[in-house]
């Protein structure tokens, strides 16, 4: 089952509806100068209609100060906000273009933006580990005004801790179920699950594998979920044989290929749950001789640079990991100024981005 979208819609869906950039959207709700007036209009008049929070523009008071910055004198305004972000890793192709996203925001919000990542897993399937994570963002905390996860876990724990405080959490692409409460931010899992396996089903595909993140990932249950959904709709069995789970890595993606590619009654095409995973399953087929897509389809997640760049180019189901990056922190700075923030999980609308490395099955 997918998880519940949130009803307040994202500044990209608002720019989508008023025929301008993201970055004109933004502008425009915090009343930058740099926009004329005619178009800040026309953005706060779609951003009611579809119901995306407006606050009055005006200009606050200046708030106080303190310590050095009290040198400024008469006039000073506010520190700007300083953001962390902790990436679970950020060596993969996927952390670049949501880092991207949040570096083009940070820039147009005027914050400052730490970025840190946990490091080594604690093994190979599993999260990273609980210690260094709470570590890690305990420390953050103590001198950000909001802390980001991408693609790590937030205990319990952590959440009441940075509640506790006042700092403001969200979440992008949760490594496990987040606790009530935490705002998290992802690409619609599900959907892009049944899309990826609805395509190769109408390609002619009926065994499908799944090379998959790790087991307690909430982006990889879900889009596993959306595969079976799809397969149920087709009629055809789930075989547990054809799925295997590891890591968001070009290595989990060798081994994965590896075990699901050599059982007795092979797949056809194989459903990489990232795109780093689908780099190395399609690094595995090479080395065994099976050409792409003549005998093997593939088709990855992310729709990340690389899947532009090798050969033959790599069918994903598109996520805009820069919206996902760029919302995540306009959701933190509006927190960190009072603002609204949905109390349900966001997602942002997936996409098939078909390219060379599917087609109907051929023959070993």
């Known amino acids: 089952m997918p998880r519940p979208r949130s009803d307040t819609p994202t500044q990209a869906a608002v720019a989508s509806a008023a025929k301008v950039s993201v970055p004109t959207v933004s502008k425009a709700l915090r009343g930058d100068p740099t926009i004329s007036a005619r178009t800040r209009e026309r953005v706060l008049a779609t951003a009611r209609r579809l119901g995306y929070p407006v606050r009055p523009l005006s200009r606050p008071e200046p708030a106080p100060v303190t ?3 009290a040198a400024c004198g008469p006039g000073a305004v506010r520190k700007q906000p300083h953001v962390a972000v ?3 890793t950020v060596d993969n192709a996927y952390a670049p273009e949501v ?3 949040m570096l083009m925001a940070a820039a147009e919000l005027d914050v400052i933006v730490h970025i840190d990542e946990i490091g080594a897993p ?4 599993g999260p990273r580990s609980p210690e260094r994570t709470m570590e890690l963002a305990t420390r ?11 693609t790590t876990p937030c205990s319990v724990e952590l959440f009441r801790y940075c509640s506790a405080r006042g700092v403001p959490v969200v979440s992008i692409d949760p490594a496990c179920a987040p606790p009530e409460g935490l705002v998290a931010l992802s690409a619609s899992n599900w959907r ?3 899309q990826a396996t609805r395509h190769l089903l109408a390609l002619g595909h009926r065994r499908i594998g799944v090379v998959g ?3 307690t990932s909430v982006p990889s249950v879900e889009r596993l979920a959306g595969y079976r959904s799809a397969l149920a709709e087709a009629g055809i069995a789930f075989d547990p044989e054809l799925v295997t789970s590891g890591r968001y890595t070009y290595e989990a993606g060798v081994a994965g290929a590896a075990q699901v590619l050599e059982v007795s009654n092979p797949p056809t095409a194989v459903f990489a749950l990232s795109d780093s995973i689908a780099f190395g399953v399609m690094a595995y087929a090479h080395k065994q001789g099976i050409s792409i897509p003549e005998h093997l389809s593939v088709i990855g997640f992310d729709d990340t640079a690389p899947a532009r760049l090798v050969s033959p180019g790599l069918t994903v189901i598109h996520q805009p990991l820069r919206d996902m990056g760029r919302e995540a922190l306009e959701l933190i700075k509006r927190a960190v100024d009072g603002g609204y923030v949905p109390g349900r999980p966001v997602e ?9 490395s599917t087609a109907p099955p051929g023959s070993r």
Do not use: C, M, N, Y
């Open 348 to 356: 942002l609308q997936t996409a098939l981005v078909q390219r060379g």
């Open 140 to 150: 953050a905390v103590e001198s950000a005004d909001g802390l980001i996860l991408a």
């Open 99 to 101: 880092l991207k996203g």
């Open 192 to 194: 892009g699950g049944v």
């Open 122 to 125: 604690t093994h190979a399937s």
């Open 86 to 88: 902790l990436f679970e």
């Open 213 to 215: 993140g790790p087991s």
């Open 67 to 69: 310590g050095s910055s």
